[in-house]
Antibody, heavy 125, light 109 residues
């Protein structure tokens, strides 16, 4: 059974860089999209971005200038860096495993079936 | 703003059937996935693909799609189904970006 374990600094000052890592245990690292999602207090989920095992990335356009997602296949880990944080970046950050593809009916599918427990990140001076 | 639109809140009487909807242009070509989130917990996938349930998800949860609208139906809602529900898909740009709906808070009366 695949599990995701995530960690990183929980308290940052404005202008610092957020850094989180997610380790994948118990499953293949290939053929999936390794994703980051965040949830500000009392708000909904926001997709941050993803990376596949070969290092190809997709980022939310609203965060793209500040986000870097990287992968270390030798350790089955992927990481998130978000630069120049402000109070608006205060949120619970989740890592997740994503799958995407096409069906025989010409519909596409995309979902995230395994999630980390979340890391609370607070930005405060 | 989200490219997937959900009603903010829905209520259902215990044991009755409720439908939670999600609208967006990308749903004309992507199946929505649905997540249940209870307070203080990570989201849990409940429906993916055309109408698939991960192991451990009760069969009272089902999904459907028509045009630009995806629906999550709970048939015989239980007290433990009270939660926030989010739909998710790729966006309509063709750039393989993920997007979530704003979420629907389900209250079981």
């Amino acid at each position: 059974q695949v599990q995701l374990q995530q960690w990183g600094a929980g308290l940052l000052k404005p202008s610092e860089t957020l850094s989180l890592t997610c380790a994948v245990y118990g499953g293949s690292f290939s053929n999936y999209y390794w994703s980051w999602i965040r949830q500000p207090p009392e708000k909904g989920l926001e997709w941050i971005g993803e990376i596949n095992h070969s290092g190809s990335t997709n980022y939310n356009p609203s965060l793209k200038s500040r986000v870097t997602i990287s992968v270390d296949t030798s350790k089955n880990q992927f990481s998130l860096k978000l630069s120049s944080v402000t109070a608006a970046d205060t949120a619970v950050y989740y890592c997740a495993r994503g799958e995407a593809g096409a069906t025989t009916s010409l519909y596409y599918y995309y979902y995230m079936d395994v999630w980390g427990k979340g890391t609370t990140v607070t930005v405060s001076s | 703003s989200s490219e997937l639109t959900q009603d903010p809140a829905v209520s259902v009487a215990l044991g009755q059937t409720v439908r939670i909807t999600c609208q967006g242009d990308s749903l004309r070509s992507y199946y929505a996935s649905w997540y249940q989130q209870k307070p203080g917990q990570a989201p849990v996938l409940v429906i993916y693909g055309k109408n698939n349930r991960p192991s451990g998800i009760p069969d009272r949860f089902s999904g459907s799609s028509s045009g630009n609208t995806a629906s999550l139906t709970i048939t015989g809602a239980q007290a433990e189904d009270e939660a926030d529900y989010y739909c998710n898909s790729r966006d309509s740009s063709g750039n393989h970006l993920g997007v979530f709906g704003g979420g629907t808070k389900l209250t079981v009366l």
